[in-house]
Structure formats: structure tokens, C-alpha cells
T-cell receptor, first 118, second 115 residues
Framework: EAQVTQNPRYLITVTGKKLTVTCSQNMNHEYMSWYRQDPGLGLRQIYY???????DKGDVPEGYKVSRKEKRNFPLILESPSPNQTSLYFCASSLVFRDRGTGTDTQYFGPGTRLTVL | AQTVTQSQPEMSVQEAETVTLSCTYDTSESDYYLFWYKQPPSRQMILVIR??????QNATENRFSVNFQKAAKSFSLKISDSQLGDAAMYFCAYRRPFGNEKLTFGTGTRLTIIP
């Protein structure tokens, strides 16, 4: 089954304790992205990757790191989490856009990770 | 930068009736893609419908259809024969087909279905 998986689904941690949220896709997608969802703000992009070893900042990258060593995996790293990083996090993936009508415009989302930083 | 605006934080509709959710966006680009995503209580982001800006014909998926007005930069979602399972948060999103192909989301509309 084609899917994007995230782990863990729920995490409660304390300020300053490093954590990693994993993301994996089995669709051979080049493009992967992390978003955070906060009430009243919709989803905002944190980081993205166009392919292996190619990553760049999104709109709200402060306090986060990512890596893309394999095509299928795109982990999100919080080296020193703070309470303002309490949020719902989504990983998404897609093919890099090829051409009109090819269906390469659609992103597929993981189930989300609810993170609470105390 | 692109922006997406959903001006209706909450909407409600009687079961079996029709409801329209509004979305406007701002862009200087001529080629782009628009989406409606549904987020039920499970929090999963589910694609409802997509529209290619170069196509004049409005997209339709079963009970879901859009009214795409490119000149007005408007992209509304119509849900016909509303069902209890349609209750969710609905997000409008914009994506350009080059560079950082991120989705730019609106703030969402919470839809309640009244039995």
C-alpha cells in the first residue's frame, strides 16, 4: 500500500531533550516536506527536500533540522525542544513536478505526530 | 509570496443539503495548482479535490465540485447532499509547479453537519 508513515504518533517530552520524528514513504517520491499545524494558522512549511542530500528551509525553520540520506526517509530533528514547538506535525511527499496532466502535483500526507513540549 | 484566505472559520449545514466553502488566493503566477484537503477528527489530511489553473473546466469528484474563477482568484468548494461523514476541517491550498513546490494553506473552515 502506498503510504507515508510517521513515528511516533504522539510524544510528550521536556524542554531541551533532543528528539527525532521519523518520516518514511514507499512511493519513490523525490520531494518531501515537513509542516506544522497550529490553531488558527493552518499548516506552515518547516523544511523541504527536492531529493537525496538536497534540503532547504521553509517558512518556519527555526529550532529544527532535517536530513535526507535516503530517498525514502526524511527525519525531523529537534535538538533542544521548547514549549513553542508544541504542535501537530505532518510529513508529506510527492514526485517532483514533471508536466501538466501527469498527476505529479499532488502531495500525500502522513498521519501526523502530536508533540507536546513541557 | 502566495497567500490563501479562508474567510469562514466555521460553517454548518443540514444533512442532505448543499454547502459552499469559500477560498481566495493571491499570486502573480499564471500556472499553479489548487487543492481542497479534508481533516476529520482523526487529523489525517485527505485530498478532496484538485484543480489545475490552466484548465477552465471546474473539477468534480462525486458530491464535491469547485467553482474556479481564475481572474477573481477564487476557488470555492461545493459539497452536495451533505453527509455526517463530511464533518471536518477543510483546508484550501495552493501549489506552484516549480522550485519549492510547497503547499500554502488557508487557515481552514470547520464544517458541522446537522442531522
Amino acid at each position: 500500500e502506498a503510504q507515508v508513515t510517521q513515528n511516533p504518533r504522539y510524544l510528550i517530552t521536556v524542554t531541551g531533550k533532543k528528539l527525532t520524528v521519523t518520516c518514511s514513504q514507499n512511493m519513490n517520491h523525490e520531494y518531501m516536506s515537513w509542516y506544522r499545524q497550529d490553531p488558527g494558522l493552518g499548516l506552515r512549511q518547516i523544511y523541504y527536500s527536492m531529493n537525496v542530500e538536497v534540503t532547504d528551509k521553509g517558512d518556519v525553520p527555526e529550532g529544527y533540522k532535517v536530513s535526507r540520506k535516503e530517498k525514502r526517509n526524511f527525519p525531523l530533528i529537534l535538538e533542544s525542544p521548547s514549549p513553542n514547538q508544541t504542535s501537530l506535525y505532518f510529513c508529506a511527499s510527492s514526485l517532483v513536478f514533471r508536466d501538466r496532466g501527469t498527476g505529479t502535483d499532488t502531495q500525500y500526507f502522513g498521519p501526523g505526530t502530536r508533540l507536546t513540549v513541557l | 509570496a502566495q497567500t490563501v484566505t479562508q474567510s469562514q472559520p466555521e460553517m454548518s449545514v443540514q444533512e442532505a443539503e448543499t454547502v459552499t466553502l469559500s477560498c481566495t488566493y493571491d499570486t502573480s503566477e499564471s500556472d499553479y495548482y489548487l487543492f481542497w484537503y479534508k481533516q476529520p477528527p482523526s487529523r489525517q489530511m485527505i485530498l478532496v479535490i484538485r484543480q489545475e489553473a490552466y484548465k477552465q473546466q471546474n473539477a468534480t469528484e462525486n458530491r464535491f465540485s469547485v467553482n474556479f474563477q481564475k481572474a477573481a482568484k477564487s476557488f470555492s468548494l461545493k459539497i452536495s447532499d451533505s453527509q455526517l461523514g463530511d464533518a471536518a476541517m477543510y483546508f484550501c491550498a495552493y501549489r506552484r509547479p516549480f522550485g519549492n513546490e510547497k503547499l500554502t494553506f488557508g487557515t481552514g473552515t470547520r464544517l458541522t453537519i446537522i442531522p
